[in-house]
């Protein structure tokens, strides 16, 4: 299935009109669009289902929380998703998010916890043969190109050294990859297909990863006795 070509159009409508008194008005067209994307991130999770296990789908609300931003517009101007993997031997999630001129899927780790940021940062300074390995795999890099690096410490996080040689990847306080879809591929019938084809692809890198936080560094797991 497609989405709908209604959707774009309508999220334009109410980033020129972010208020309450539009919105109202407007309201039962944005419940006709929910319907519809219900049907189309389940079909994703179906997809997903197919090579990954699935936990929970959410889908995040259109009402901004204003209550601690300079920024009082009262509605988003995306509809997005996400689909947590099942199990705590399973880490690391997909998001999905649809607006016009900013579609983009997003793999791995976001703000990840404290403890899961050490032990991740602790993993690269060891050895980073296998996750530079996955992160270079020809496919992969077509569509990803690493980690997105737009919020990094300065020079080095506390208690490691700002010459080793993988500071490229310690110094990132997230771990996850994006790639984002011009309008037209949005829009077109074949782009569930797309988006399941990159899912996929992340497949060795959350293998990888969930290996990683389910030990120790001597390997010892932290989830089974």
Known sequence: MKL????????????????????????????????????FFNEITNGLNTFDT???????????????????????????????REGAHRRG??????????????????????????????EFETDTTEIREILNQPEFKKVFRGFDTTNQVKTAPKGFDKNHNAIDLIKNKN????????DKEVLSADFIKTILNHFQLVQPYFKYMSDVLTTDLNGVSLIYP
């Open 4 to 39: 709908s070509d209604t959707l774009f159009p309508l999220l334009e409508e109410l980033k020129t009109n972010n208020n309450r008194n539009w919105f109202s008005e407007n309201k039962y067209r944005f419940q006709q669009e929910e319907t519809f994307l219900k049907i």
């Open 54 to 84: 699935i936990e929970k789908l959410k889908i995040f609300r259109i009402y901004r929380d204003v209550r601690f931003s300079k920024d009082k517009l009262p509605y988003k101007t995306n509809r997005s998703a996400n689909w947590m």
């Open 175 to 182: 771990f996850f990859v994006a790639h984002y879809y011009p």
């Open 93 to 122: 999630s997909y998001y999905l998010q649809l607006e016009p001129g900013n579609s983009f899927i997003g793999c791995g780790f976001f703000e990840p916890n404290p403890e899961d940021l050490l032990r991740i940062r602790k």
